[in-house]
């Protein structure tokens, strides 16, 4: 897989250590940015990660910021983009099987590398389950992707 990976200032020293884990599961970084701890805003990096992922020139996608919440609120406006934040294997496997996650967000300021490593690990190494329950579910969170906004009054 091809697997494009962005950050903000506060998640660049982690970067590094998942793009070493991402090469040696056998996969291709495609690295986004940023490329310094030089404070920089994090929806213009989600937004990159999940263009790529839109566009097909990564096939998953991981964003890094402080907490990981604001980078995955970004991501998560693009259509076609499910990112999950996710700070335990089992949310990051859980969430590729069960509802097709396709970027995963992290907060570099919340869990530490080796947490990170092995959170990365199980992303990488899960895939959708394409089960009844789980379509039936996907199918109904892109029509809300796809509904437009009705007010209830």
Same mark, same amino acid.
């Given at each position: /897989? *091809?697997?494009?990976? %962005?950050?903000?200032?506060?998640?660049?020293? +982690?970067?590094?250590?998942?793009?070493?884990?991402?090469?040696?599961?056998?996969?291709?970084? =495609? &690295?986004?940015?940023?490329? $310094?701890?030089?404070?920089? &805003?994090?929806?213009?990096? !989600?937004?990159?990660?999940?263009?790529?992922?839109?566009?097909?020139?990564? &096939?998953?996608?991981?964003?890094?910021?402080?907490?990981?919440?604001?980078?995955?609120?970004?991501?998560? *406006? +693009?259509? %076609?983009?499910? !990112?999950? =934040?996710?700070?335990?294997?089992? $949310?990051?496997?859980? $969430?590729?099987?069960?509802?097709?996650?396709?970027? =995963?967000?992290?907060? !570099?300021?919340?869990?530490?590398?080796?947490? !990170?490593?092995?959170?990365?690990?199980?992303? +990488?190494?899960?895939?959708?389950? %394409? %089960?009844?329950?789980? /379509?039936?579910? =996907? *199918? *109904?969170? +892109?029509?809300?992707?796809?509904?437009?906004?009705?007010?209830? $009054?």
């Amino acid at each position: /897989m *091809k697997i494009a990976i %962005g950050c903000d200032h506060a998640g660049f020293p +982690l970067k590094t250590i998942i793009i070493e884990t991402i090469q040696k599961s056998g996969h291709e970084v =495609l &690295d986004i940015g940023t490329f $310094s701890e030089e404070p920089v &805003d994090y929806p213009d990096y !989600a937004e990159k990660v999940g263009r790529a992922v839109q566009r097909k020139e990564a &096939d998953r996608g991981i964003i890094v910021c402080g907490s990981g919440v604001g980078a995955a609120v970004a991501a998560n *406006k +693009l259509n %076609g983009i499910r !990112a999950g =934040l996710c700070h335990d294997t089992y $949310s990051a496997h859980q $969430s590729v099987e069960h509802d097709d996650v396709n970027i =995963l967000a992290l907060g !570099a300021r919340v869990i530490g590398s080796a947490l !990170a490593v092995e959170i990365v690990k199980a992303f +990488l190494g899960a895939q959708f389950s %394409g %089960g009844p329950r789980h /379509m039936r579910r =996907l *199918k *109904k969170v +892109l029509e809300i992707e796809r509904s437009e906004y009705e007010s209830d $009054s």
